[in-house]
């Protein structure tokens, strides 16, 4: 099983290049490209606005190209990716678009993009189609993920688009095509008020299962946090996903781990999540 992480986190303190090297150097095998400084949310204005990031500019898949070399000169892939978000702001879509030309030009098969919360799984559909017919001819696929929201009131979360397996496979039975896949978030699946569990998600969701999100959470807050540091046990969705035969990666999105280091010690830190990925990968492995 090959482990691959997230490089938003990274970036925050060393720029994309520099995570994408610390990233192979750690042991990882894979990058997530993380593109959410492509553009940001406005909530004022309800648009994603552009950046001064390169993946704002002209130059975008210079710069995603450059990631990948990056990577091969240090002997990893880009696995995956991750689209801005949310979808549901307005003239998102050439974001979207943008994004899976970045995946594959970076060497990326899969592109997460959020469906939009509380839209049903026909009205997501519609989005997911125009994004298809874009990512076939460059051989991507597009991953939608399990979403929650927040019950008002309430000390856990709400149900949102796919975050049990009924309304998951039912966004995937909607559009019906092998290009659009299931990314899995574990720490989403495991949180109070949603009324399931990552292992009940991974055998519902079986052969359509694609891509992982690997997180730890104390199972009510969304915690993005390193494995084993908290509340989720991962014994039992580790078997889960070798009873499906799972052909992934086992990706990490522990995004809130390093926020308490520093240029002077962050690659302790990617050792620390290659570790704890390691850890479930050979998990996996003995079984």
């Not at 950046?51 to 975008?60: A, F, R, V």
């Not at 689209?83 to 974001?95: H, M």
């Not at 495991?190 to 969701?205: D, K, Q, R, V």
């Not at 915690?223 to 991962?234: A, G, R, Y």
Request: net charge negative.
């Amino acid at each position: 099983m090959k482990i691959s992480t997230e490089i938003a986190s990274a970036s925050r303190i060393l720029g994309e290049e520099k995570a994408v090297e610390y990233i192979a150097k750690a042991g990882f095998d894979a990058w997530d490209f993380s593109m959410f400084d492509m553009a940001r949310y406005d909530g004022e204005k309800g648009y994603l606005v552009p950046t001064e990031h390169p993946l704002s500019s002209d130059g975008y898949l210079k710069f995603a190209r450059k990631l990948k070399q990056i990577g091969l000169d240090n002997g990893v892939e880009c696995n995956q990716s991750h689209a801005p978000f949310p979808t549901y702001a307005k003239q998102s879509r050439v974001w979207l678009l943008r994004s899976i030309e970045c995946t594959a030009e970076a060497g990326g098969k899969i592109c997460v993009i959020h469906p939009d919360n509380n839209r049903s799984p026909e009205e997501n559909a519609q989005m997911y189609f125009e994004l298809i017919d874009f990512a076939k001819p460059y051989g991507v696929k597009i991953a939608t993920e399990n979403m929650w929201n927040w019950a008002h009131g309430a000390p856990h979360a709400s149900p949102a688009a796919c975050s049990d397996p009924v309304s998951f496979n039912a966004h995937l039975d909607a559009v019906n095509d092998e290009y659009l896949t299931a990314c899995l978030d574990i720490g989403h699946a495991e949180m109070a008020g949603l009324n399931t569990s990552a292992a009940e998600m991974i055998h519902a969701l079986s052969g359509r299962l694609g891509a992982l999100h690997i997180h730890d959470n104390d199972k009510v807050h969304d915690s993005h946090q390193i494995p084993f540091s908290m509340n989720i046990d991962f014994a039992p969705i580790v078997k889960a996903l070798r009873d499906i035969d799972y052909k992934g990666y086992f990706t990490l999105e522990a995004d809130s781990f390093l926020n308490s280091y520093d240029e002077t010690n962050v690659f302790d830190g990617i050792k620390k999540l290659a570790e704890s990925a390691k850890r479930l990968a050979d998990e996996f492995d003995r079984q």
